[in-house]
């Protein structure tokens, strides 16, 4: 299964992306963030979802998510908040930044945010959401942002995908030394030399606390996958893009989760 999410960066792939032998997914460039964002739209195969769109001579803002958590009253709750959060805060500096220009004397361009959630899994017992957004501010260029919630059905609340495990140390150990080795080898891919971790950002692996950390589902019954997502700047510089790296669900990533949660992930 490939999922797909806004920002023309990809969180497993929008059609512009592929995903090479070493589990790393290769997104858009971000000069193109903005078109891809814009076309995804935030439905699914149940609806179409919620969807705000405001367009005015400051700002051109878009924010959606799927009917299936539409339909959820309190997870539907917690995305409205999150979308008027963002609105408020986009449009106000966005009006502000016009009318200092108009004032001023001198030219505005017009901001821009593209963002909403797609499903990643929808299990028993979790709906996991993957997010994105896109953003222009009147800048050289925008850029892009990735974020990740889980729906506990059972409980009927909100966590983050890191809850599931004994502790963000434990999932870190279980994940790291894959995640670090696959990383540096699509970088190097990417920007055409080899490289060695150091202390400079752009030579060395990112902590995990900097990704959105995304629970997948292609079996559809439990969680078999993780994705990790490094924004632009994140693992390299904006020209390299994003970088996701999709981890199999394995026997130290199955030993990391809590007790109570084990049965919600495959059995390697």
């Given at each position: 299964?490939?999922?797909?999410?806004?920002?023309?960066?990809?969180?497993a792939?929008?059609?512009?992306?592929?995903?090479?032998?070493?589990?790393?997914?290769?997104?858009?460039?971000?000069?193109?963030?903005?078109?891809?964002?814009?076309?995804?739209?935030?439905?699914?195969?149940?609806?179409?979802?919620?969807?705000?769109?405001?367009?005015?001579?400051?700002?051109?803002?878009?924010?959606?998510?799927?009917?299936?958590?539409?339909?959820?009253?309190?997870?539907?709750?917690?995305?409205?908040?999150?979308?008027?959060?963002?609105?408020?805060?986009?449009?106000?500096?966005?009006?502000?930044?016009?009318?200092?220009?108009?004032k001023?004397?001198?030219?505005?361009?017009?901001?821009?945010?593209?963002?909403?959630?797609?499903?990643?899994?929808?299990l028993?017992?979790?709906?996991?959401?993957?997010?994105?957004?896109?953003?222009?501010?009147?800048?050289?260029?925008?850029?892009?942002d990735y974020?990740?919630?889980?729906?506990?059905?059972?409980?009927?609340?909100?966590?983050?995908?890191?809850?599931?495990?004994?502790?963000?140390?434990?999932?870190?150990?279980?994940?790291?030394?894959?995640?670090?080795?696959?990383?540096?080898d699509?970088?190097?891919?990417?920007?055409?030399?080899?490289?060695?971790?150091?202390?400079?950002?752009?030579?060395?692996?990112?902590?995990?606390?900097?990704?959105?950390?995304?629970?997948?589902?292609?079996?559809?019954?439990?969680?078999?996958?993780?994705?990790?997502?490094?924004?632009?700047?994140?693992?390299?510089?904006?020209?390299?893009?994003?970088?996701?790296?999709?981890?199999?669900?394995?026997?130290?990533?199955?030993?990391?989760?809590?007790?109570?949660?084990?049965?919600?992930?495959?059995?390697?």
């Amino acid at each position: 299964m490939k999922w797909m999410v806004l920002a023309g960066v990809p969180l497993a792939v929008m059609g512009c992306s592929s995903t090479d032998e070493t589990g790393v997914s290769v997104g858009a460039s971000p000069a193109s963030a903005q078109e891809t964002a814009q076309a995804s739209g935030g439905a699914d195969a149940a609806g179409e979802g919620r969807s705000i769109e405001i367009k005015t001579d400051a700002i051109t803002f878009n924010y959606s998510w799927p009917a299936i958590a539409q339909g959820i009253d309190g997870l539907n709750a917690e995305l409205e908040k999150r979308a008027e959060a963002a609105k408020t805060q986009s449009v106000g500096y966005a009006e502000s930044a016009k009318a200092d220009a108009d004032k001023g004397d001198y030219t505005f361009r017009s901001h821009s945010y593209d963002g909403g959630w797609e499903v990643a899994a929808d299990l028993p017992g979790f709906l996991s959401l993957g997010g994105g957004r896109w953003t222009y501010t009147g800048g050289a260029h925008g850029n892009s942002d990735y974020e990740s919630l889980l729906w506990d059905k059972t409980a009927a609340q909100v966590i983050e995908p890191l809850d599931l495990f004994t502790s963000p140390t434990a999932f870190r150990e279980a994940v790291r030394e894959f995640y670090c080795s696959r990383l540096m080898d699509a970088r190097g891919e990417r920007i055409g030399k080899e490289m060695v971790r150091g202390t400079d950002i752009y030579e060395s692996c990112p902590e995990l606390s900097e990704l959105a950390v995304v629970m997948v589902s292609e079996n559809g019954a439990t969680f078999d996958r993780i994705d990790m997502i490094a924004a632009p700047y994140v693992a390299g510089s904006y020209a390299e893009g994003s970088y996701t790296v999709e981890m199999a669900v394995d026997s130290a990533v199955r030993d990391a989760v809590k007790p109570e949660y084990k049965d919600a992930f495959r059995t390697p």
